[in-house]
C-alpha cells in the first residue's frame, strides 16, 4: 500500500485509535501506528470532539464528520465494541480494499452471519486485530507446528490461563489456538467458574475437546489485579509453552 496517494480513514479516536499512547514511546494505538508508518492521507471520524482535541495536539490529519466509504482504500475500526458490526457491514458493502476491526466484530450470532453473507460478495479483505499471528516469530511457530504434524507429532492437549475476560484476553489465545491446530469442531463443553469484573466480558473457566481429539483446559483467573494469559499446547513428543502473553515461546522436544 503506497503511504503517500492512499487514503485512510480511522474510526474511533479514543483509547485504542489515539489515547492509549499518547504519552509513551511505544505504538500502542492505531494512530500512532499509522503516522509512524508514514500515512499522509488519513482521515478521522469520532463523535467525541474531546478525543478529537487531544489527538490533534500530537497527531496531523483531517477531522470529518460524515464517513464516505468508497473514498478510503483502508478502514480501521476502533470505535465502541457495540458499533463495529454496522461500519463493518457498511465498509464491505462498499467493498473498501482493505478494514481492519478491533476485537469483538459483535457479540450477536445474527450479526455475524450477515457478515458471513456479505462476505460472498464483497472484495474487502477483512482483518480482525489478533495481531500476534503476523509477528515473525508466530509464523514460525506454525511452522514448528506444521511440521511436527507431519511427522505424527500432533497436538492433543492444550492448556489455557488467563485474566480479564473472554473476549479481552482469551480470545487471543483462541485465536492462535485456531491458527497453529487449525479445528473445525469444538464439542463436550463444560464451564465450570465464571467471574465478571469486566462489563459484558466474564472470565470463563471451562474445558471442551477439539476435533473429538484435543482436549482443551482454559483456566480464568478472576478477579486478578494484572493482565495475563498463557497457552501450553501438549504434543506427542515435545511440549511448546508460549508465556508473558506470548512473549515467551519455549520447545521442550524429547
Known amino acids: 500500500m503506497n503511504t503517500d496517494e492512499n487514503l485512510v480513514l480511522l474510526i474511533g479516536c479514543g483509547e485504542i485509535g489515539a489515547l492509549m499512547d499518547i504519552n509513551i514511546s511505544e505504538i500502542q494505538t492505531h494512530l500512532k501506528a499509522l503516522t509512524f508508518l508514514g500515512f499522509k492521507k488519513i482521515d478521522v471520524f469520532d463523535h467525541s470532539f474531546e478525543n478529537i482535541s487531544k489527538a490533534k495536539t500530537k497527531y496531523v490529519f483531517n477531522h470529518v464528520e460524515e464517513i464516505n466509504f468508497e473514498l478510503y482504500d483502508l478502514v480501521i475500526i476502533a470505535s465502541a465494541t457495540s458499533s463495529h458490526f454496522s461500519y463493518l457491514k457498511d465498509a464491505m458493502s462498499h467493498h473498501v480494499k482493505i478494514i481492519l476491526c478491533e476485537k469483538p466484530i459483535s457479540l450477536n450470532v445474527g450479526e455475524l452471519s450477515i457478515l458471513k453473507s456479505i462476505s460472498q460478495t464483497s472484495t474487502s479483505k ?129
Open 126 to 254: 477483512v482483518y480482525i486485530n489478533y495481531i500476534r499471528q503476523f509477528i515473525p516469530e508466530f509464523q514460525s511457530l506454525k511452522e514448528y507446528f506444521d511440521l511436527r504434524k507431519s511427522l505424527g507429532d500432533e497436538i492433543n492437549q492444550i492448556t489455557v490461563t488467563y485474566t480479564r475476560g473472554l473476549i479481552n484476553n482469551c480470545s487471543h489465545a483462541f485465536n492462535l489456538i485456531q491458527f497453529y491446530s487449525e479445528f473445525n469442531t469444538l464439542d463436550q463443553v463444560l464451564v465450570s467458574n465464571i467471574t465478571t469484573e469486566l462489563n459484558n466480558d466474564p472470565t470463563i473457566s471451562c474445558s471442551f475437546i477439539l476435533d473429538e481429539k484435543i482436549h482443551t483446559n482454559v483456566v480464568g483467573l478472576g478477579y486478578s489485579k494484572y493482565n495475563y494469559f498463557e497457552i501450553i499446547f501438549y504434543l506427542s513428543s515435545s511440549v511448546v509453552k508460549l508465556q508473558d502473553s506470548g512473549d515467551d515461546i519455549s520447545i521442550f522436544e524429547i
